[in-house]
């Protein structure tokens, strides 16, 4: 069965400092799919980032960036010079459906706070 | 430019009451997904359409009924909302491009239950 755990409940961290949100995975399957999700308070859950089993190349966007690391099933993210507007729910989420239509299966989300 | 809609944002019923919410797309995905989010939770897939084809959760209640009248559109009936279902519902839509699948989600619908 698949499962993501995202051990940090909440996070809090003053502007410009950097934050990694956790994100650990377990699956049976070969390939399989990992996401990232922000969740403001508006509720939208906003896409972020896929990264497919088989391409384990890091990748940055801005001050966002993720370690994807298959010997630990860790798919990490960090946030450079966090901004108040980072504020939010950061769920992690696996799906095993390569062709498919499967759900998603989610962490239980970091909630982060960016103070001023 | 919104690309999955839901309506209304927000929905005040009561117990008892059958509610519908609805969810369209102008991505012309093959995949629609209803998720129910509860305070301070993970989303929980319900059910999905590929194309017309409907794919109940084993868990979701029977209570929850949905349909898809045509690529664009996807709706969530509940048939007896009861307090436990008060909560905010995703709809999420997918291609199904191997290797490409990524849900888009809706900005959801809070269902208050009275």
């Known amino acids: 069965a698949q499962k993501v755990t995202q051990a940090q409940t909440e996070i809090s961290v003053v502007e410009k400092e950097d934050v990694t949100l956790d994100c650990v995975y377990e699956t049976r399957d070969t390939t399989y799919y990992l996401f990232w999700y922000k969740q403001p308070p508006s509720g939208e859950l906003v896409f972020l980032i896929r990264r497919n089993s088989f391409d384990e190349q890091n990748e940055i966007s801005g001050r966002y960036s993720w370690n994807f690391q298959k010997s630990t099933s860790s798919f990490n993210f960090t946030i450079t010079a966090s901004q108040v507007v980072d504020s939010a729910v950061y769920f992690c989420a696996l799906s095993e459906a390569p062709g498919g239509a499967d759900g998603l299966t989610f962490g239980k989300g970091t909630h982060l706070i960016i103070q001023p | 430019d919104a690309m999955v809609i839901q309506n209304p944002r927000y929905q005040v019923t009561q117990f008892g009451k059958p509610v519908t919410l609805s969810c369209s797309q102008t991505?012309?995905?093959?995949?629609m997904y209803w998720y129910q989010q509860k305070s301070s939770q993970a989303p929980k897939l319900l059910f999905h359409y590929y194309d017309k084809d409907f794919n109940n959760e084993a868990d979701t209640p029977d209570n929850f009924q949905s349909r898809r009248p045509n690529t664009s559109f996807c709706f969530l009936d509940i048939r007896s909302p009861g307090l436990g279902d008060a909560a905010m519902y995703l709809c999420?839509?997918?291609?199904?491009?191997?290797?490409?699948?990524?849900?888009?989600f809706g900005p959801g619908t809070r269902l208050l239950v009275l």
């Open positions: 999420a839509t997918s291609p199904v491009i191997l290797h490409q699948e990524t849900q888009y």
């Open positions: 991505l012309n995905h093959n995949v």
